[in-house]
């Protein structure tokens, strides 16, 4: 960790672009300078095609942990908008040195909540959010890429990230982009190895970092779909998905809104007019696939993990389902 790998490595967290035909390489970018908290690239990109201002791009999107999508032509690594080189916080472990910069791009918007504020913290009640605040004062916080450190540092999106190996999914037709998210902070600390266990000086362990009363600590909805236009670039709606209520402080608290669930969730684009989605989404477990009358619809198909281990039992959600997860491809 600290001090072993230069915080100028130009190839390390790199997105390659090569020639199949020949394995040569065409372009690359960095996407992450001298990582310090697992924020590899989790998902296959996606291949689209899109207009911007009048424009046609041979485009590839990348949604990362970071809860960034960086778009760039696929044919030149020219990025689509421009991507800023920002100043972030130091480390202040004895040894490290952190990279001054990280590449934060214009366009898309980010996709979740990046770094720790009060006002993003769960607020379901005055007592609730004062709980919150009191939980993020125990570690070291701010904003997005604050390094690691021997207090603790609560790190937003988490090491599972914000996208993560869900990916996204893309209608061509429309150029959206549909993209799985979830609110999970963790402690991510540092310090130095016992008798044998390590050559380095620092090695590193994190842990998820729950809320007051059993509840999230970040305010919902704690996991979503986000639909992005890739022709603009410009976030086009976001829906939570999952039933907060089954988590048993929401019960408690009496609470019946769609607040989403803390975990991932996959987004299909397609065309049948059925789609499919778990318990944790749907209390129906006797649904079966059951065709539209009439021309099918285009879909959003959603698809929700039970654990990061153990997919939940799939089912399958008829028409006359509540349509919060099939969502309609028109936007009108």
Same mark, same amino acid.
């Given at each position: ?109 980010? =996709? @979740? ?8 913290? /769960? ?8 709980? !919150? %605040?009191?939980?993020?004062?125990k570690y070291d916080h701010g904003p997005l890429f ?22 996204a999914a893309i209608d061509p037709e429309t150029a ?51 639909? =992005? @236009? ?8 976001? /829906? ?8 048993? !402080? %929401? ?21 049948p007019s059925w789609s499919s989605c778990s318990p ?53």
């Open positions: 960790m600290a001090a072993i790998v230069p915080a100028t490595a130009s190839m390390a967290t790199v997105w390659s672009v090569s020639k199949a035909a020949t394995g040569r390489k065409v372009w690359h970018y960095q996407l992450i300078h001298h990582g310090l908290w697992d924020y590899d690239t989790p998902a296959a990109p996606n291949l689209i095609d899109i207009n911007v201002d009048g424009k046609p791009i041979k485009a590839v999107a990348q949604v990362t942990k970071q809860a960034f999508v960086y778009v760039f032509d696929r044919v030149t690594g020219k990025p689509v908008w421009l991507i800023e080189e920002q100043p972030v916080p130091a480390s202040n472990v004895p040894g490290e040195s952190a990279s001054k910069t990280q590449p934060f791009p214009t366009k898309p918007a980010p =996709i @979740d909540i990046q770094g720790v504020r009060n006002e993003d913290l /769960i607020d379901l009640t005055p007592e609730i959010h004062k709980e !919150a %605040i009191d939980i993020i004062a604050t390094p690691p450190s021997e207090r603790g540092t609560i790190q937003l999106p988490g090491v599972a990230g914000s996208g993560n190996w869900a990916g959206m982009l549909y993209v799985g998210t979830y609110r999970l902070p963790f402690v991510v600390s540092v310090r130095a190895p016992r008798s044998g266990e390590s050559s380095y000086n620092f090695i590193g362990e994190f842990r998820y970092l729950s809320g007051p009363r059993g509840l999230p600590l970040l305010k919902p909805p704690f996991g979503g779909i986000v639909a =992005i @236009d890739m022709n603009s670039g410009e976030h086009r709606w976001r /829906i939570p998905v999952g039933r907060g209520e089954l988590i048993p !402080a %929401i019960q408690q608290l009496g609470i019946r809104e769609r607040l989403g669930f803390p975990t991932r969730s996959w987004a299909l684009s397609q065309k944790a989404i749907s209390a129906r477990r006797d649904c079966r696939p059951e065709a539209r009358a009439g021309s099918p619809i285009s879909t959003i198909s959603i698809r929700i993990c039970g654990s990061t281990t153990r997919p939940a039992a799939r089912c399958w959600r008829r028409s006359r389902c509540r349509p919060t997860l099939s969502v309609r491809r028109s936007l009108t």
